[in-house]
C-alpha cells in the first residue's frame, strides 16, 4: 500500500508541482531587436511638430535578457526577469558603416556626432511680446516670437527589463504577460538643444533688443544660454543646450501583444521575445515640455539543456500510473 501511495503521490506531483528553478541569460539577435522612439511636445500653448533627423534610420540592440525560470510542469511554468541584462541600442550606420550623426553634439553643444536616435521639433508662432519700461533706457520692444525649436539626440542607452514577480507561462501559447515588466533605463544621455526666435518690428528696437537680451544672459551664465542676431531680418535667437541623465528611470512597460518564450528539444535552443511600449515620462524645459516612449521589441536566444524540457503533464501522469499499476500485480501475485 505505502508503494502505491507513493506513486499517487508522484502523479500528483508531477501534474501540479515543481521541478526546478533555473536562470539563463538571452543573447539578443540584433536584427530582430528593434525598438522606435516617439516623440511628442508643447511649446508656449502650440504643439510641436516632430520629425525624424534621419527617416531611414532603424535602431537595433544587442546584449543580453536576464531570465528566472521556475521550470513546472505544464500550467506551472513561469517565468521573471530579474536585474543583471542590458539591451544596448546600436547607433544606426549610414553609408559605408559611417555611425550617423545627428545633433546636438554631446552636452546638447552645436555640432553632430554619433547617437542612437535623432529627432527635430518646432513650432511657429505668433506671440506679441508687449513693450515694457527699462530704467534709465526707455521703452523696449523685444518684438514678436516667432518660432521654437528643439533638437534631440539619445545616447548610450541601455535598457533593462525587469519584473517583481513571476509571470505565468501558458502550456498551449507559450506567453506570458508582458505588462507585468517594467523597461528600467539602466544607463542613457537626452542632448537637448533648442532656441527661441523673436523678431523685431524696427531696426532701433532690433538694436535696443539685442542689447538688452545680451545683458539678461550674461546675468544668468550658469543656465548656458546663447545669443545670435541677424540684422537683416531684425531677428534675435536665443538658443540652450543641456544634457539630461536618464539612468534610473523605470517605465510601465504596457505593449499591446504578450511575450513568448519557446523551445526547440532538436536544437536545444529557447527563444524569448518581449514587446516594448515604454513611457518615458515629459521633459520640462522651460519654454517646451517633451514625452519620449519606446516602442518595438527585444528578441534574443539560449541554449537549455535537454533536462529541463519537460514532458507534457499527460505522459508523466500516465507512466506513473502504469507503474503504480504494476506494483499492485506484482504485490496480487506475490499474495497468491
Request: aromatic fraction near 6%; charged fraction near 10%.
Amino acid at each position: 500500500m505505502r508503494h502505491i501511495f507513493c506513486c499517487l503521490l508522484l502523479v500528483s506531483v508531477l501534474v501540479n508541482g515543481s521541478v526546478a528553478n533555473a536562470a539563463y541569460l538571452y543573447s539578443l539577435t540584433q536584427t530582430a531587436s528593434e525598438i522606435d522612439l516617439q516623440v511628442t511636445g508643447t511649446s508656449l500653448g502650440a504643439q510641436l511638430t516632430v520629425s525624424e533627423q534621419n527617416p531611414t534610420a532603424r535602431t537595433r540592440y544587442n546584449g543580453t535578457v536576464a531570465t528566472n525560470f521556475h521550470l513546472g510542469v505544464g500550467a506551472n511554468s513561469a517565468i521573471s526577469f530579474p536585474d543583471g541584462g542590458g539591451a544596448n541600442a546600436v547607433n544606426p550606420l549610414g553609408l559605408f558603416n559611417i555611425p550617423l550623426q545627428y545633433s546636438p553634439n554631446v552636452g546638447g553643444d552645436a555640432g553632430t556626432a554619433a547617437a542612437n536616435y535623432g529627432v527635430n521639433l518646432s513650432a511657429p508662432q505668433q506671440i506679441v511680446l508687449p513693450p515694457f519700461d527699462v530704467p534709465n533706457i526707455g521703452t523696449l520692444n523685444l518684438g514678436t516670437i516667432t518660432a521654437v525649436d528643439f533638437k534631440i539626440a539619445l545616447r548610450e542607452l541601455q535598457l533593462d527589463p525587469n519584473s517583481p514577480t513571476w509571470m505565468y507561462i501558458d502550456p498551449i501559447t507559450r506567453q506570458f504577460n508582458a505588462s507585468l515588466l517594467s523597461i528600467d533605463i539602466a544607463n542613457g544621455f537626452a542632448d537637448v538643444n533648442g532656441s527661441l526666435r523673436m523678431v523685431q518690428p524696427d531696426i532701433l528696437s532690433h538694436f535696443a533688443a539685442v542689447l538688452a537680451v545680451n545683458a539678461l544672459v550674461a546675468s544668468v551664465p550658469d543656465i548656458g544660454l546663447t545669443v545670435t542676431s541677424n540684422v537683416l531680418q531684425r531677428s534675435i535667437n536665443v538658443g540652450f543646450g543641456t544634457r539630461i541623465d536618464m539612468s534610473g528611470v523605470s517605465m510601465p512597460n504596457t505593449p499591446l501583444a504578450p511575450g513568448s518564450v519557446t523551445y526547440n528539444p532538436g536544437t536545444l535552443a529557447s527563444t524569448l521575445t518581449i514587446p516594448v511600449l515604454a513611457d518615458f515620462g515629459d521633459i520640462n524645459l522651460g519654454i517646451g515640455t517633451i514625452n519620449l516612449k519606446f516602442a518595438g521589441q527585444l528578441r534574443g536566444t539560449a541554449s537549455i539543456p535537454n533536462i529541463y524540457h519537460i514532458p507534457e503533464p499527460s505522459s508523466l501522469a500516465l507512466a506513473a500510473v502504469a507503474g503504480a499499476g504494476a506494483l499492485v500485480r506484482r504485490r496480487r501475485r506475490s499474495a497468491a
